[in-house]
Each structure stands twice: as structure tokens, then as C-alpha cells.
């Protein structure tokens, strides 16, 4: 399978604590992004990179979200101190610039519950 | 502002009718459309998109067409399949950016058998 690989794909975790999304996009895919999406809700942006570079943060990516792409391939989302308003899907979503278009492809997500 | 919305947030119809699946967009200077299809607990996946230089664009048993005199784009989906059943959205690039997306809140289409 060669699309966009995101890990845990469900994560159970108490009010307070830490968490960290990975993601791995699509070979060569030099944009990451991250959405976020709640239920009943179209995805909603986060953030992206542009290889290792992170280009824009969302205004819902409060002060204890943090996304890093260290060597431009894979990424991780960490959130700190979790609370239960950031119960929700957390997706990945890779593209590349360039060529006949820029096509957005999206990983499985990963399910946050905070309890 | 800019926004990506729907008419219909349920759509209900019998396995070999077709489908039409209807959006609305408000910024005219939006220039690529795309839909995506979301099933039940899996991520949102591309079915097909369109530029603003087109007004009609098909693929696999699916069709796309934009209207931009009135800023409106629908799916059709030829012969309806219960494989078809999920949440479909139009998503498009906000204020020209061409590196995120603004996607609306969905249709949820159901096929019965």
C-alpha cells in the first residue's frame, strides 16, 4: 500500500496527558498536511509542510499542538495536555507541487478520545 | 467570507438510480473544485476534480459539472451502488491558496438495496 500511513489509528488517552500522531505520506509527496475533523464535520486545516519547512499554522492549533517534520518525509502531530474538546479525527494528507495538479490525498486518520 | 457548502446534508436513493450531489461555493475566484468520498470511520478519498476553465468533467461512473455563473458544482453518480454509501464533499482551495482546502459539511448519501 503506498498512501498515506497514519499511526495509532485510535488512541484512548486520559484528560492531561500527552499524545503523538505519526504520519508517513505518499512517496515523494513533498506537502504535508494535517486536519482535523469532528463528527459530522467536513475536515477542517491545521497546518502544512513543504518538505521540512512548516509554512502555516491554523488558528486551532492552540499553543499545545505541535507538528514537526524533521527530514521532510514523515510527521509527527504531538498534543499536550490533552483535553476533551480535542476528541476527534486527526488526518493526514499528502500532495505534491507541481505538475498537472496538486491533488490531496488523505491517510485513514487517527481517532483521539480523551476521557 | 469564502465558504464551500452544501444543499442537502442526506440524500436517499434506490441501488441503479442515479445520484446528484449538490454544492455551492461563494468566492468566484475559486478555480479547482474536488470531491471527495468518506465512508464510515476511513479518511476522505478523491473521486474527481475540476478546474474552473472546464464545466463538466467525467470519470468512473461519476460526473462532475460546475456552474460558475452561479457558483454551483454537482456529482452525479451514474447507477448507485451501496458501495456508494458514504459522506461526499466538495472541497476547495480558499482565497486562490493552492495548498489547503475549505471542505464543506457533507451529504451523507444512502443506497438502499
Known amino acids: 500500500d503506498t498512501g498515506v500511513s497514519q499511526n495509532p489509528r485510535h488512541k484512548i488517552t486520559k484528560r492531561g496527558q500527552n499524545v503523538t500522531f505519526r504520519c508517513d505520506p505518499i512517496s515523494e509527496h513533498n506537502r504535508l498536511y494535517w486536519y482535523r475533523q469532528t463528527l459530522g464535520q467536513g475536515p477542517e486545516f491545521l497546518t502544512y509542510f513543504q518538505n521540512e519547512a512548516q509554512l502555516e499554522k491554523s488558528r486551532l492549533l492552540s499553543d499545545r499542538f505541535s507538528a514537526e517534520r524533521p527530514k521532510g518525509s514523515f510527521s509527527t502531530l504531538e498534543i499536550q495536555r490533552t483535553e476533551q474538546g480535542d476528541s476527534a479525527m486527526y488526518l493526514c494528507?499528502?500532495?505534491?507541487?507541481?505538475?498537472?495538479?496538486?491533488?490531496?490525498?488523505f491517510g485513514e486518520g487517527s481517532w483521539l478520545t480523551v476521557v | 467570507g469564502e465558504s464551500v457548502g452544501l444543499h442537502l446534508p442526506t440524500l436517499s436513493v434506490q441501488e441503479g438510480d442515479n445520484s446528484i450531489i449538490n454544492c455551492a461555493y461563494s468566492n468566484s475566484a475559486s478555480d479547482y473544485f474536488i470531491w471527495y468520498k468518506q465512508e464510515s470511520g476511513k479518511g476522505p478519498q478523491f473521486i474527481i476534480d475540476i478546474r474552473s476553465n472546464m464545466d463538466k468533467r467525467q470519470g468512473q461512473r461519476v460526473t462532475v459539472l460546475l456552474n460558475k455563473t452561479v457558483k454551483h458544482l454537482s456529482l452525479q453518480i451514474a447507477a448507485t451502488q451501496p458501495g456508494d454509501s458514504a459522506v461526499y464533499f466538495c472541497?476547495?482551495?480558499?482565497?486562490?491558496?493552492?495548498?489547503?482546502?475549505?471542505f464543506g459539511k457533507g451529504t451523507l448519501l444512502t443506497v438502499n438495496p
Open positions: 494528507a499528502s500532495s505534491v507541487t507541481g505538475g498537472s495538479g496538486n491533488t490531496i490525498y
Open positions: 472541497a476547495e482551495p480558499p482565497g486562490g491558496s493552492n495548498y489547503k482546502l475549505t
